[in-house]
């Protein structure tokens, strides 16, 4: 009771900070094309490690698309589901989405597009994680979960499922950062009220945040 009172206290001091893209004024940036580097999938397990340091440098056009591909990105478009990606769901609901949360503001990740759909206007980032350390990172990671897309599903098998499902996208995200000498850890201390409000998840949950950055 008394903690949702100061997350809503907070929610508000938030809100100030920040400006939505209304629907007409919507913004898309279409992402590059995703250049994978030449490492063997072997070298990225033996390297796949939770990281909490993090270069302040920004992240690389090129690093934000292979990253968001690997997580959750569509590799077939064929077969008897029109499209597939790069992590598995239980009966293909692919109810995970992916935000990012940079300096500028916060972008919604459209796979079948491979672009970003920005969102808001203004750096929350501090505000996503209870960890200090996130605080350094360029670029967050916001994996959330839709139950609209769940329909199969009732309430629990919702939740148990899609907290499943977020695992595979997590790890893809550290097999990339793995493979590519980027830094991340998964992190489930996240501000869920706040995540959920700032982007305005009614039916779904804000599952898991991967602050990403260069290694130092
Ligand atoms: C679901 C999940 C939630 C996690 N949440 C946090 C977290 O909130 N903060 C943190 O520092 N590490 C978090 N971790 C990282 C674990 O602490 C880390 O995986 C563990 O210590 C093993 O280290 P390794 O990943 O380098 O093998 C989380 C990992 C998982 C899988």
Redo the contacts with the bound molecule.
Sequence with gaps: MFDRFYAHKEWQKIRRLITYIEEEDVEITTLEKPQLPQVSIAKAFWH???E?CYSTNKLSAQDISNVLWCADGINTERGYFPILRTAPTASNHQEIDIYVFDERGCYRYLPTTHSLSKMFEGDVREFL???D?VLAAPVIICLTADYLKMHRHNRMKRIRYSNMDV?YV?QNIYLYCAAAGLAT??????NRYVINKLLRIKNGDAL?CHPIGYRI
Excluded: D, K, P
Excluded at 185 to 190: N, S
């Design positions: 796949r490690r939770s909490r994680c209870e960890q350390f695992g997590s850890v998964a992190c489930g201390r996240i898991l």
